[in-house]
């Protein structure tokens, strides 16, 4: 799913999530997807996630550590993402245009 530059990810979260089946898996986000919104819908679908609970939280949520780590697999793709220029400073103004170039950009890494 594409967003806006600006807006939070977060916002889609839920979105990104509704069409797959949860029942029994590990939802892996970092700490700026501790939402009470999202944890609720992830616990509603009988999933588990494996979201840290963010600095100065009153509750500390239990994580698997060794399980989160997998989730560096994905930040090292954007970074490979990130090195084509036209995808950092997204250029262009059509969504499809934009998707097509990161479409090209994966096949080439």
């Known amino acids: 799913m594409l967003s806006q530059g600006q807006s939070n ?3 889609y979260a839920i979105p990104v999530l509704e069409p797959i089946n949860i029942d029994g898996s ?3 986000a970092d700490r700026g997807y501790d939402s009470a919104r999202l944890l609720d819908y992830i616990y509603g679908r009988k999933g588990e996630p494996t979201i840290p609970s963010r600095t100065g939280a009153k ?7 060794w399980l989160y780590k997998e989730r560096h697999l994905v930040e ?3 970074l490979k993402l990130k090195a084509f220029r036209r995808i ?4 262009d ?8 170039f990161i479409c090209l950009a994966s096949i080439l890494i």
């Open 59 to 65: 509750f500390e949520r239990h994580c698997d550590w």
């Open 9 to 11: 990810d977060i916002n």
């Open 93 to 100: 103004k059509l969504a499809f245009t934009y998707m097509g």
């Open 76 to 78: 090292k793709y954007f």
């Open 88 to 91: 950092a400073t997204r250029y």
């Open 26 to 28: 590990q939802v892996v």
